[in-house]
């Protein structure tokens, strides 16, 4: 493992670059990457199987080599662990698992003398039901924190108060014996929702994200940011006509009451302001929702989430016309000055390379990282980490146990950082908590730094490439072709203009090009064996291939 220097000079991120003549300078939000570490996952530092911050730390010259600029962090609080950290008992604490307070500190404090940005995750929805708050609350029906959660009588037949169901299989309402009352949980029973029409919920809750914000935390991703708010009269859901078996069951209902309300929009408008109280910050909100819905939470007049995360990529069917047709959707429908985010996985989805093949990892790549906005790498992306078969007596995911064999399983994309061929693929000296990849001995980060042809240096050198063109990140988008299986599509900055040509098949494709976008030259192409390579009048590419192609000024 590379020894951390934590303190070093501070890299010139492209955050402090001046936008260009009459545009205002973009911040580090905007301009850079964005790179996910689950924590569990990552690093383990004291030989108990699980990775903790101090592994964060001393990984820190791989995410500086990479290129990033931001770390955002999978829950690090106390937790019972039902669902591995977004259980959260204690809202202020570091879990003894990953360490302690002065852990993080440190982490901070190197990470930001790396340039590095570092973003938690704010669970706002729900607490663990051995949070004190959760424990007062169902300790009688007159305790003054009764009302800080869902509560509801039973239906006149003593069952679930509304037919509203939970993300991790069956009802959403769990009856509480002690007072005869049942509380919601929008996930498992032991993570009841927080009732957000409280004041004194919002305001605890605006303290907690003060309190890391303080210590210097650059901002936060919010968990299902748009489940904060319920309907206040308790209607039951429609029946979903499209839900079929094998599907998960809380699709079986269309969510109209329990998600997505129109009251939310205030409190992420005033979770945005206590963001807002602290110098260059960023909020970013955790929403699966259609395009048109998903933009609603820019909020009116941008005073909403910095970025509604972006994950049409996730579910997106890999096809040419598709895909640049999500785009254009995308960028049509963004609100003026919303800024647009991509995204190709993360911890509640299979990885990319299993939904496409790997074999589509470069293309992938190429496509995230020259979209106009913030791209987010999910750990392990840069090097090709595939979801990892999980034998039975192995599983830990609690969606997969209560709803299994249909595929929901997330700990197949949860499986340990893949450093190097030792034991563990480095990540630990133990037995990680969840299966190495049976490959990691070849796919590592070792293996593949010294290989210019990989996909890590591919990584490397379109992160690179970002940082020296700004037109990548912030340049306007044109649509140029998008037919079989060919993408291609220019991106503009003052006289800057790349051109983005991508095969998303098998079969080799070319394009004949006219005009202004007729000639350049590969600047970055997808095994580096082009690189330089002049275009004029055709691009070609071969099986799996992509290009990023400076195009030469026009006269
Ligand atoms: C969304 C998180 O990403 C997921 O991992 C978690 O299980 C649920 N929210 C509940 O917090």
Not at 37 to 48: H, L, V
Not at 152 to 163: I, K, L, S
Not at 252 to 275: F, G, L, N
Request: hydrophobic share 40%.
């Amino acid at each position: 493992m590379d020894a951390v220097a934590a303190a070093t000079t501070p890299r010139t991120t492209p955050a402090e670059a001046a936008g260009p003549a009459g545009e205002p300078a973009a911040t580090w939000w905007q301009t850079g990457i964005l790179y996910q570490i689950y924590p569990r996952s990552f690093q383990d530092s004291n030989g108990d199987g699980v990775g903790d911050l101090a592994g964060i730390l001393a990984r820190l010259p791989h995410l500086v080599e990479l290129g990033v600029d931001a770390l955002w962090l999978s829950p690090i609080y106390p937790s019972p662990m039902a669902d591995f950290g977004y259980d959260i008992s204690d809202y202020t604490g570091i879990d003894p698992v990953f360490g302690t307070l002065d852990d993080l500190d440190a982490l901070l404090a190197a990470a930001h003398a790396h340039g590095l940005k570092v973003l938690l995750d704010l669970v706002p929805n729900h607490t663990s039901d051995r949070h004190p708050w959760f424990e007062e609350s169902r300790s009688s029906r007159d305790n003054p924190k009764r009302d800080w959660y869902i509560w509801h009588d039973p239906a006149p037949d003593g069952g679930p108060p509304t037919n509203w169901l939970s993300e991790f299989g069956g009802s959403a309402w769990e009856l509480d014996p002690g007072t005869g009352q049942y509380y919601y949980h929008a996930f498992l029973d032991k993570q009841p929702d927080l009732n957000w029409r409280n004041p004194a919920v919002r305001s605890a809750m605006y303290d907690v994200m003060r309190f890391w914000l303080g210590r210097g935390v650059d901002g936060f991703r919010v968990d299902v940011i748009w489940h904060l708010i319920k309907d206040d009269q308790f209607r039951d859901n429609p029946p979903n006509p499209d839900w079929h078996p094998g599907r998960p069951p809380v699709e079986s209902v269309v969510p109209v009451y329990t998600a997505d309300r129109p009251e939310v929009h205030e409190v992420i408008a005033e979770m945005r302001r206590v963001v807002e109280e602290f110098d260059s910050r960023v909020l970013i909100g955790e929403i699966y929702l259609p395009i048109e819905r998903l933009v609603t939470y820019y909020g009116t007049d941008l005073s909403g989430a910095h970025l509604p995360f972006n994950f049409a990529l996730l579910n997106a069917p890999w096809e040419a016309r598709r895909i640049a047709r999500l785009i254009d959707e995308y960028e049509s429908a963004l609100p003026p000055g919303g800024w647009p985010n991509w995204v190709l996985g993360n911890h509640d989805r299979p990885r990319v390379g299993s939904r496409i093949g790997r074999e589509q990892l470069r293309v992938a790549a190429m496509l995230l990282l020259t979209l106009r906005g913030t791209p987010t790498i999910y750990y392990g992306e840069e090097i090709g980490m595939v979801d990892v078969a999980i034998p039975p007596d192995r599983i830990r995911d609690p969606f997969e146990k209560n709803v299994p064999g249909i595929g929901v399983g997330r700990d197949g994309c949860r499986t340990p950082m893949q450093w190097d061929r030792g034991e563990s693929a480095g990540f630990s000296t133990a037995e990680p908590w969840l299966p190495t990849a049976p490959d990691a001995g070849q796919e590592n980060v070792l293996n593949q730094r010294g290989d210019v042809g990989s996909l890590l240096n591919l990584y490397r050198r379109l992160i690179a490439l970002r940082r020296t063109r700004p037109v990548l990140g912030r340049g306007s988008y044109e649509p140029i072709a998008a037919s079989g299986d060919l993408i291609v599509y220019v991106r503009s900055l003052g006289r800057d203009r790349v051109m983005v040509a991508l095969n998303l098949g098998a079969e080799p494709v070319s394009l004949t090009v006219r005009g202004a976008v007729s000639n350049g030259r590969i600047l970055v192409s997808a095994l580096g064996d082009r690189d330089g390579e002049e275009v004029t009048g055709e691009i070609y590419l071969r099986s799996h291939e992509g290009a990023v192609i400076g195009l030469d000024a026009a006269a």
